[in-house]
């Protein structure tokens, strides 16, 4: 991908009012993305999705907000998707820094996110471009925390609510402390209850958070 430009102080006080579009990316998973900058923070956008929003990411700052008091014995972390980092960003504000693992299929967001990550994250930040099903189904590793943020555009892949990726998390959660953060868009009510009961089935307990149309289902380890 193509540097990232410098912004002017002009850019940076217009950036208070509205996002000053910084650079138009595209790649064969995503043929045009959009790398904007919006009071303090980097955005990452589709034509129809927000993939990224710094700190500023709802889904995540409320989902990391409900584990909070398990956080602090957090030490290694799987996101799947990567966006620009939001999810490493929003627990560094908050005050943890585990080591995390990043995966997405999209080598190009995952090059946009080491440019835009600090050092500080970077050093204890993985980068593997991947397959999020694939490396979950081959990776040896567990984890304390696994992170599903995966979106193309804004319809969530089928595979994420299957029952089949939803074991396999389990598998790769660590015990007895291991927790899945799963992000999900409400497309049909239906299809929606359905994730609810498969997730409750796997992750005992299981606790379902609304946020407008986003689902955020928190599950724990299953002995």
């Avoid at 710094?54 to 972390?77: A, H, N, S």
């Avoid at 409400?186 to 986003?214: C, Y």
Wanted: hydrophobic share 40%; with cysteine.
């Amino acid at each position: 991908m193509n540097a990232i430009p410098p912004l002017s102080i002009f850019q940076r006080l217009c950036s208070y009012f509205w996002p000053i579009k910084v650079l138009e990316l595209s790649s064969p998973l995503n043929p045009t993305l959009y790398l904007k900058y919006y009071q303090g923070q980097w955005l990452l956008e589709t034509e129809d999705a927000i993939y990224s929003e710094g700190t500023r990411y709802r889904p995540l700052v409320l989902g990391f907000q409900k584990i909070k008091p398990e956080l602090g014995k957090i030490q290694r972390v799987l996101m799947l998707g990567c966006g620009l980092g939001s999810g490493a960003m929003i627990l560094q504000k908050m005050g943890f820094s585990p080591s995390i693992t990043l995966v997405d299929k999209d080598p190009v967001i995952l090059t946009c996110a080491q440019k835009i990550l600090p050092e500080s994250i970077l050093s204890k930040a993985e980068f593997i471009a991947a397959d999020a099903q694939e490396f979950l189904a081959t990776s040896p590793q567990t984890y304390d925390l696994i992170v599903v943020d995966i979106f193309k555009g804004r319809k969530v892949p089928d595979f994420i609510t299957s029952t089949s990726f939803l074991e396999t998390i389990a598998q790769k959660l660590y015990s007895p402390k291991g927790i899945v953060l799963l992000n999900y868009i409400v497309q049909d009510n239906k299809e929606a209850e359905k994730l609810i009961q498969r997730f409750s089935q796997t992750f005992r307990p299981a606790v379902i958070h609304r946020f407008g149309l986003n689902r955020i289902l928190i599950g724990y380890h299953t002995s």
